[in-house]
């Protein structure tokens, strides 16, 4: 037995016991326990997948009683790489979820949906068959449906979220079980080997590829299968979605990989664009919504629809520069969409542990009502500002050298060896750094306001008032998570070299370690060493250290009210910007595409025209894509529904007429 069927086997192991704990375990033990047991669930999965990751070999054959083959679990390097991303996240989240339990999140169907969603999710990336493949994605889907499901008894708009959830996800099955399916036809057998022998040139591969990034793009969040996501997070409790979004959407990223890596690798040039538009409008839409949002888990959903869809824009970038024997460039694309999924699995997941802590804390989720929350609550403050960094590519964290990284890829994409490649090619690489750009721009905007108004700004509620630090169980996840952001940005060389190696042997990006940590891309002349910001950050810091040490020793604080105030008192709230107020230019800019609704309510004193006792001002930003795309299409099944209805009334006449009705059309068909 190889150590990597080991790792196999100990994850099955620890799937039984986490399942007998969240069955047998007493409610008072039961969080403590299930979630020990989901947490070493988790790290056996990060095990397996370095060892997978590393090189290693090996497989698991499961039996099943129907008339098929075995399922085989078989992981190779990207498949490792893709579980130990998503198991890292189920490490934080079940810890994380060990504190957050309350009477739901305490029962036995949460703790036994948790450890089948973490296999499910665990188990995808080790197929090596479509059949595999699709069984796992379902037990993935259903753990974390019932997972939202647990909840239904507290908070009734879950039901809501879960039928859009459940629609969706059966939605995104449907596409990647046909694509697969025709794939399979084509091959004559459903291994990922056979599968890799079909030529992408052909026009069953190009229909397959249509389909499989339908339901990718939907598990993906992708726009316009992305309207589950503002609905399901929210509603999710802190560590439910940690687990969704900064694991679960990478399962998606992960079938992308599948089928353009793997399986249809050096496809045509079209699919390379139709990518980046996908992703390019995905990033642009998901980052506009989430810069007007009021409410912070909205927010952070809708900031995984833009992350996601900077991944697909560096995948699609790839495959069209490889379509254009721009190797060099696709490569770095290839593994910068790569980073871009480690960092998103990092930064967001520690964002929405940190707005569960925030949510167990202050009981709130709107950004207008929160406020002083970072000297109530500094290790959850400190944890969300590192992530916040992430999620903003700033410098010395890991979004940054992502973006860094699919940024140096499109620049030096347009041209190949001094020449010009084509007019596609060269207007897709400027038209997709504008899209970066403006991405960035507003992610930075985004998260200003998000942190600013939650953790810095004065408290908007009585709630925000009496919050405190979450348990110690609770943060430890939220500092780990943390740590990743920033340790992550100080390794690029190391990290871009175990991705870049996850892709091989097809790809053989040319990316290296220099100094102590560095990357140096090769191919594209690319160098970034993060010695020099930590140095560059510290001799810009120690100053300004200094000179508050100074100024505080030389300025005591003030009690009184301040003479140049007026002797007035220190600034309320209501003179400071809400979350709304702040994002109101914004939404003025971009009225076209967000299409607000305001309702102004004045309420005059006495009879007075002019005296004015209360202006209440409300703001209501929706999804377009649902609202002009999905309702239309709701409306017209309900009236199709209602119809139809009208055809079963209880004769027994009618039913008989179409029985004969039928029987006639398939004899005429039949003859024909």
């Not at 990060?46 to 099943?64: F, K």
């Not at 753990?143 to 629609?167: E, K, Q």
Request: glycine fraction near 10%; charge should be neutral.
């Amino acid at each position: 037995m190889t150590a990597l069927e080991a790792g196999m086997l100990g994850q099955t192991l620890l799937l039984v016991l986490a399942v007998a704990a969240a069955l047998l375990t007493p409610t008072p033990w039961r969080s403590r326990v299930s979630g020990t047991f989901c947490t070493l669930l988790a790290a056996a999965g990060i095990v397996t997948g370095a060892l997978a990751l590393s090189g290693g070999t090996g497989s698991l054959s499961i039996p099943t009683a129907l008339p098929l083959d075995p399922l085989v679990l078989s992981p190779d390097r990207l498949g490792g790489l893709v579980m130990v991303v998503v198991s890292s996240v189920g490490v934080l989240a079940s810890l994380f979820g060990i504190g957050s339990a309350r009477v739901a999140s305490a029962s036995r169907t949460a703790w036994l949906s948790m450890a089948v969603f973490l296999c499910g999710m665990q188990l995808v990336p080790a197929a090596t068959d479509v059949v595999t493949f699709l069984l796992f994605w379902e037990i993935m889907t259903l753990g974390s449906t019932a997972l939202l499901l647990a909840h239904h008894a507290t908070r009734g708009t879950v039901a809501s979220a879960l039928v859009w959830y459940s629609a969706m996800s059966q939605l995104s099955f449907f596409f990647v079980l046909a694509g697969f399916a025709m794939l399979a036809g084509q091959a004559g057998g459903t291994g990922f080997a056979d599968l890799a022998t079909i030529d992408p040139y052909s026009w069953q591969a190009s229909v397959a590829f249509l389909l499989l990034l339908l339901g990718f793009g939907g598990k993906a969040e992708l726009v316009p299968l992305h309207v589950w996501v503002p609905r399901v997070l929210p509603e999710a409790p802190g560590h439910v979605a940690a687990a969704m979004s900064g694991a679960m959407v990478n399962i998606g990223v992960y079938g992308a990989l599948l089928v353009l890596v793997r399986l249809l690798p050096n496809g045509p040039a079209w699919w390379g664009v139709l990518i980046m538009v996908v992703g390019g409008v995905s990033a642009l839409y998901g980052i506009l919504q989430a810069s007007v949002a009021s409410n912070l888990k909205v927010l952070l959903a809708y900031s995984t629809t833009e992350n996601m869809g900077l991944v697909f824009l560096g995948l699609g970038a790839s495959v069209l520069l490889r379509a254009d024997n721009a190797t060099a460039a696709a490569d770095a694309a290839l593994v910068a969409a790569l980073l871009l999924m480690l960092s998103h699995a990092a930064f967001k997941s520690t964002l929405f542990l940190g707005a569960g802590a925030v949510a167990r804390a202050a009981g709130e989720m709107n950004l207008d009502r929160l406020g002083g929350l970072g000297s109530r609550m500094p290790w959850t403050a400190a944890a969300f500002g590192a992530a916040a960094m992430g999620a903003a590519a700033l410098p010395v964290t890991s979004g940054f050298v992502a973006e860094w990284m699919l940024l140096q890829s499109l620049i030096h994409g347009s041209r190949v060896d001094g020449e010009v490649v084509s007019v596609t090619a060269s207007v897709a690489m400027p038209l997709a750094v504008a899209v970066i750009a403006l991405t960035a721009g507003l992610a930075l905007l985004t998260f200003v306001k998000a942190y600013g108004i939650a953790f810095l700004a004065r408290p908007r509620s009585p709630e925000a008032k009496l919050a405190v630090e979450v348990p110690v169980i609770m943060r430890i996840p939220l500092v780990l998570g943390a740590l990743l952001v920033v340790g992550l940005g100080l390794l690029p060389g190391p990290l871009a070299v175990a991705v870049g190696g996850a892709v091989g042997p097809e790809f053989t990006p040319d990316v290296r370690t220099i100094g102590l940590a560095g990357v140096d891309a090769r191919g594209i002349d690319a160098v970034l060493d993060p010695t020099t910001f930590v140095v560059l950050a510290g001799l810009l810091l120690v100053p300004v250290l200094i000179a508050l040490f100074v100024s505080a020793r030389r300025h005591p604080t003030r009690t009184s009210p301040l003479p140049w105030a007026g002797g007035g008192s220190r600034l309320r709230p209501r003179m400071q910007y809400t979350a709304t107020s702040y994002a109101e230019p914004l939404v003025r800019v971009f009225d076209d595409v967000l299409r607000p609704s305001r309702d102004v309510e004045v309420t005059h004193v006495g009879e007075s025209r002019y005296l004015v006792e209360r202006v209440h001002v409300e703001q209501t930003v929706s999804d377009v894509v649902e609202t002009r795309l999905y309702r239309p299409v709701l409306n017209l099944m309900q009236r199709a529904g209602i119809l139809a209805r009208r055809a079963q009334n209880g004769s027994i006449h009618r039913y008989l007429s179409y029985s004969f009705v039928a029987l006639l059309l398939v004899l005429i068909v039949v003859s024909l």
